[in-house]
C-alpha cells in the first residue's frame, strides 16, 4: 500500500474512532512503529488530525474555543461530577486552607464537605453562597464578574489570590492533553487559575471523562502540575497516569 493511500485511511479510521494509538494503526497495516509515526507527523502537519503521545485523536473532538453556559453545563455528566466532588471532598482536612475554583464540579463537591476549621477562598459567588451556608468562613476574590461561568476574573483578582498561600486548591477544566496540558477557553479566567494553582501546595483538578484529550484556547497548567480526579479513565493514553485518581477504583 502507498503511503498516500495509507494515509488516507488512518486519517479516516481516527474520524470515525475519535482516537487511536500508534500500535493498534500498527496492526492494522502491518507495518513499522516508525513508518505509522511518520505517518502522523504528516497528517498532523497537514491538520488531518492531532498527533498525541501514543497515538492520534480527531480534530473535531479536539478544539473548544467558547464556554458553555453554566446552568447548562450543571446537568451535563451530572452522576459522574457528583462521584467526583463525593471524593474531592474527602480530601479537604481539618485547618486547610482552601481554594476553591468557579465551576461546576467544584460546586457540587461543597455538598460533601464535613471538615472543620476550614478557610476558603473561591473566585464564584455561587460558591461563596453555599460554603457560608454550611458555615465555613469563606473569602471572594474581587474583579470582573463573568455571567456565563459565574467566575470573577480580572487583575484585581489576580492581585488578591496572589496574596494567599493555599494548603489545597480544587478546580476545574474544559480540557485535558498531555501535550497542551490543563485548558480553557478564556484568558482571564485562565490567568486567574494559573496563578492559585502557582499558591497551592496541592493541587487538584476536577474532570469527567468528556474531559480527556480536549484542548481549549489557553492552557493554564501543564499536565504534571496536578492531580486529576475523575470518575472513570476511557482513553487508553490516560490508563497509566500516575497523577490520575479514578474514583470508581478507589
Not at 4 to 11: H, T, V
Not at 33 to 56: F, M, P, Q, Y
Request: with cysteine.
Amino acid at each position: 500500500m502507498l503511503s498516500d493511500e495509507r494515509q488516507i485511511q488512518i486519517a479516516q479510521l481516527v474520524e470515525n474512532k475519535g482516537s487511536v494509538t500508534v500500535h493498534e494503526l500498527m496492526e492494522i497495516f502491518k507495518v513499522s512503529e516508525s513508518t505509522i509515526r511518520r505517518d502522523l507527523t504528516e497528517l498532523d502537519a497537514n491538520g488531518k488530525l492531532v498527533k498525541v503521545h501514543g497515538g492520534a485523536i480527531a480534530l473535531h473532538s479536539v478544539y473548544c474555543t467558547t464556554d458553555d453556559d453554566f446552568k447548562e453545563r450543571k446537568n451535563w455528566n451530572k452522576e459522574g461530577k457528583i462521584a467526583i466532588a463525593k471524593y474531592a471532598a474527602s480530601l479537604i482536612q481539618p485547618n486547610d486552607f482552601v481554594f476553591i475554583d468557579a465551576g461546576t464540579s467544584t460546586e457540587f463537591m461543597i455538598d460533601f464537605i464535613t471538615s472543620k476549621n476550614v478557610i476558603f477562598v473561591t473566585n464564584a459567588v455561587s460558591h461563596a453562597r453555599k460554603l457560608t451556608q454550611k458555615g465555613f468562613k469563606t473569602y471572594v476574590l474581587g474583579g470582573e464578574f463573568k455571567q456565563i461561568t459565574e467566575a470573577i476574573v480580572g487583575e484585581e483578582t489576580i492581585l488578591s489570590v496572589s496574596k494567599y498561600n493555599f494548603t489545597k486548591g480544587f478546580f476545574g477544566t474544559n480540557g485535558i492533553s498531555k501535550r497542551n496540558g490543563f485548558t480553557t477557553p478564556d484568558l482571564k479566567e485562565a490567568q486567574v487559575k494559573q496563578e492559585a494553582i502557582r499558591r497551592c501546595k496541592e493541587c487538584y483538578v476536577l474532570a469527567d471523562s468528556s474531559k480527556f484529550n480536549k484542548i481549549s484556547s489557553i492552557t493554564f497548567a501543564a499536565f504534571s502540575q496536578a492531580t486529576i480526579i475523575t470518575n472513570v479513565v476511557k482513553d487508553k493514553e490516560f490508563l497509566y497516569c500516575k497523577n490520575i485518581l479514578e474514583v470508581n477504583k478507589q
